[in-house]
């Protein structure tokens, strides 16, 4: 089955600019967090989604902002990009069931560059 | 609050030489631990994880990890390198129950040589 699919692979924006980036989860996953990943701070729990609700969020600016949709993709968007944004976005998925069982699977990520 | 330190931000060993990368968890309750790894440009792939039950966890790729509680500790392990494991290798760590936010470490990059 597909993996978790994320889009674009790379962007490149202007400081001061906004971006939207997409997460499209394995089907039947209802569960997606998103990961920044810079080479100072490294990766870093932004928030999660869960049946089109935020459960948790991160330590992060409000111009960090997330959605979920009733078919499980998520966005992710960041307003007023500054130079300090530029890092790898990383999507996870989740399967349902116990504890156990839940594991995150993970997108190969979108690599935002702000200039 | 939990956290999770690797010791070593680069390693670097033999091909057939045995790979330890280590992993201290801090944690007030038994929490889940994962070691995952990521090539080049490329996502998070998931190693192993313990949840509960037997501490020795086997992984893919040859890859293993001993749960210590009383070491606090998750080192993984692999007894002969090959080349193809050059890779950066995180552990992370989520409270009992869910893998839905993780804390991870700082990464481990691991350098196999000829």
């Known amino acids: 089955k597909a993996g978790v699919t994320q889009t674009p692979r790379y962007l490149i924006k202007t400081r001061g600019q906004q971006v939207t980036l997409s997460c499209s989860p394995i089907?039947?996953?209802?569960?997606v967090s998103w990961y920044q990943q810079t080479p100072g701070q490294g990766l870093q729990f932004l928030f999660e989604y869960f049946s089109e609700t935020q459960r948790n969020k991160g330590n992060f600016p409000g111009r960090f902002s997330g959605r979920q949709f009733s078919n499980s993709r998520s966005e992710m968007n960041v307003s007023t990009l500054e130079l300090g944004d530029s890092a790898l976005y990383l999507c996870?998925?989740?399967?349902?069931?116990?504890?156990?069982?839940?594991?995150?699977?993970f997108g190969q990520g979108t690599r935002l560059t702000v200039v | 609050a939990q956290s999770v330190t690797q010791l070593g931000s680069h390693v670097s060993v033999s091909e057939g030489a045995l790979v330890l990368l280590r992993c201290n968890y801090s944690s007030s309750v038994p929490p889940y631990l994962f070691w995952y790894v990521q090539y080049p440009n490329q996502g998070l792939q998931l190693l192993l994880k313990?949840?509960?039950?037997?501490?020795l966890v086997k992984g893919i790729n040859g890859f293993e990890a001993e749960f210590k509680k009383s070491e606090t500790s998750f080192h993984l392990t692999k007894p002969s390198a090959h080349m193809s494991d050059a890779a950066e290798y995180f552990c992370?760590?989520?409270?009992?129950?869910?893998?839905?936010?993780?804390?991870f470490g700082s990464g481990t990059q691991l350098t196999v040589l000829p």
């Open positions: 313990y949840t509960t039950g037997a501490t």
């Open positions: 089907s039947g996953h209802r569960s």
């Open positions: 992370a760590v989520t409270p009992p129950g869910s893998a839905r936010q993780l804390t």
């Open positions: 996870a998925s989740f399967s349902l069931g116990t504890g156990l069982n839940t594991e995150a699977f």
